[in-house]
């Protein structure tokens, strides 16, 4: 009987690349990791494993393995759903990976709702950048994500993930409020010889924030690059840049910069994935119950 355990080091491999990246994900050695592969190789009766420079491939035997322990974690975890769900109180740890606006503006209510009505619930919330928070989803490092979805970007689609919308959130250019009474920014194009902050090279926001310059015929002089937003308003508000920003931000409260409708009214959609095996626990549930009152309790900002 193959060992349930070490099939799922088996597909740690396969999604991280390298022992070394499966035993930081586990909290395990890396010679603890080999070990437990060599033994899986015993019972399996075929070699799993090839050494590629650093990384390591898969034999096409292990990849059956993989194929078939995918279906088998898929299965337990919707056993154990079904098994909590039959109980009559909420409770356990729900992990949910969030993107920083997510957390400032709909994390603290969400949280506030539930620690009032599932006392016996744990939610631990940690901030991660929405591909890498659907990767940590999918490799099962977290139970539930919040991600964001920019207009006309597309990520891989991951069969193993629902989706359920919470937001439509829009995008406005952010300016420094007028002085003296002078608007010196009154749309995109005479933002074209400001000086702009992003976030970095390879997100979403900047690529799709690049793109929408460029379609209004210049490109951005990009002289502050931060993920973090609450930096990008401080940059804005002393006046040395000019930058996009999501309405959500504000959570409800007055913007501290000018804010500008950009072309066509562009927005970015909010939504929660969560493995579809483990959809069903009453603790992810609950979770996603509190998200969407959340959003509701936050109101958007009036542009000024």
Known sequence: MLDVRRLRLLREVKIRGTLAGVAEALAYSPSAVSQQLALLEKEAGVELLQRVGRRVKLTPQAEILVEHTEYLLERLEAAEADLTASRTTVSGTVRVAVFQSAAHAIIPPALTILSEEFAGLRVEVTEREPDAGL??????????????????????????LDRINLATDA??????????????????????????????????SRQWATQLCRAAGFEPDVRFESADLIAHIHLIE??????????????????????????????????????????????????RDALVRAVALVAAPNPT
């Open 238 to 287: 002393s006046g040395n840049a000019v930058g996009i920003l999501p309405d959500l931000l504000w959570a409800g409260q007055s913007p501290t910069v000018h804010l500008l409708d950009l072309p066509g009214l562009p927005s970015r959609t909010v939504f929660s994935a969560a493995r579809r095996s483990s959809s069903g626990r009453p603790g992810v549930l609950a979770v």
């Open 171 to 204: 995008l406005r250019l952010a300016v420094p409020r007028p002085r003296d009474g002078r608007v010196v920014v009154g749309s995109l194009e005479d933002a074209a010889m400001l000086p702009w902050v992003m976030e970095p090279a390879g997100t979403a």
């Open 135 to 160: 990767f940590a989803v999918s490799a099962r490092d977290f139970d539930l994500v919040l991600a964001e979805q920019y207009p006309g970007y597309t990520r891989a689609h991951r069969a193993d």
